[in-house]
């Protein structure tokens, strides 16, 4: 079946980058997505690809598709504290579903 | 607009009591989901609707039921609680945006406690 997968955890330092990194397995997902949940929220939307570019820049975020390999990446420039979070990769099943997969999840720490 | 509320935020049931947990929209969006989240699963989607009076199964659909009588709302109910259902459930909502992407808007959450 479909499957998502994130590494758990990623500490950077302020003002660094940070690449945050997502395999998954569904080859017809249209859309992939990343959100970020904030401590004792819920999810927030920050940016989404679709499945026929390789490449979407939104200010400070970077995110990179590699559709042979199922590789997706979201880079964060100049990263801040209030970086500091959960952030979700997710794929789109299925048709007029609006269903997705997520991963895990990354924590992402922001050292000052 | 508030979004996409939940009520209660918190709960504590024992084993075998029942529930029901309420999802709300006031952006006129078609589709809805409940999800449960676990620590380090991630997000698994329970049941989801397509449209008033429409649900469908999910991933992990077992123990649980769900109604969209209204469109602006989805209901979850938990038949009789069980320790495994301990969890935090997200409602969400989402329209067929530009292209078919479905965008989804989450609420804050319930955490739900079944001892």
């Known amino acids: 079946g479909e499957d998502v997968e994130q590494s758990l955890f990623l500490s950077v330092r302020e003002g660094d980058s940070s690449v945050i990194n997502c395999t998954y397995t569904d080859s017809s997902s249209t859309y992939l997505y990343w959100y970020k949940q904030e401590p004792g929220a819920g999810l927030q939307l920050l940016t989404y690809?679709?499945?026929?570019?390789d490449m979407k820049q939104d200010q400070r975020l970077t995110v990179l598709l590699n559709k042979k390999d199922k590789h997706l990446s979201l880079r964060i420039a100049d990263t801040q504290t209030g970086d500091s979070a959960i952030y979700f990769c997710a794929e789109s099943i299925g048709s007029n579903t609006g269903k997705l997969i997520f991963g895990q999840g990354t924590t992402l720490q922001v050292k000052p | 607009n508030a979004g996409v509320t939940q009520t209660p935020k918190f709960r504590v049931l024992k084993t075998g009591q029942s529930m029901t947990l309420l999802c709300a929209q006031d952006m006129n969006h078609e589709y809805m989901y409940w999800y449960r989240q676990d620590p380090g699963m991630g997000l698994r989607l329970i049941h989801y609707?397509?449209?008033?009076?429409?649900?469908a199964k999910g991933e992990v659909p077992d123990g649980y039921n769900v109604s969209r009588l209204k469109k602006q709302n989805f209901l979850l109910g938990l038949e009789s609680a069980a320790p495994s259902q301990t969890s935090v459930y997200f409602c969400a909502s989402s329209y067929s945006g530009q292209g078919d992407s479905y965008e989804q808007y989450f609420g804050p959450g319930t955490r739900l406690t079944v001892t």
């Open positions: 609707s397509v449209g008033e009076g429409t649900t």
């Open positions: 690809i679709f499945s026929n570019m």
